[in-house]
């Protein structure tokens, strides 16, 4: 099975942008719903976007009108371009795949408990 890989992270000053990648994920997935979630320290992952098959988006309420996700299907990467980041979104980011049958929302809920490879890590200082 194969496996997404995340990659772009790094440390950046709270206000700065950083814009994470997923590839590659395998071409079979291009109707899935892919997205991304988050682990911090000490608590659960949360699913924090994602695009459904058909192009639509659904974004945690933390992350709306900061991040933005993408998909290029040529390429079988993801992308997330993450704006205004916070010390609170410090930690690490793992994309992952869920079926394609789920609706934008429905994936984010599950993206969390899907198909997901090695994360990376973001760092965010005051």
């Known amino acids: 099975q194969v496996q997404p890989v995340a990659s772009g992270g790094g440390s950046v000053q709270a206000g700065g942008s950083l814009k994470l990648s997923c590839s590659p994920f395998?071409?079979?997935?291009?109707?899935?719903?892919m997205g991304w979630f988050h682990q911090a320290p000490g608590a659960e992952r949360e699913g924090l976007v994602v695009?459904?098959?058909?192009?639509?988006?659904a974004y945690a309420d933390s992350v709306k009108g900061r991040f933005t996700i993408s998909r290029d299907n040529a390429r079988i990467t993801l992308y997330w371009e993450m704006n205004q980041l916070k010390p609170e979104d410090a930690g690490p980011y793992y994309c992952?795949?869920?079926?394609?049958?789920?609706?934008?929302?429905?994936?984010?809920?599950?993206?969390?408990?899907?198909?997901w490879g090695r994360g990376t890590q973001v760092t965010v200082s005051s």
């Open positions: 695009i459904a098959g058909d192009g639509s988006t």
């Open positions: 992952s795949a869920a079926p394609p049958s789920l609706t934008a929302t429905q994936c984010l809920a599950v993206i969390r408990t899907g198909a």
């Open positions: 395998d071409k079979n997935w291009n109707n899935f719903c």
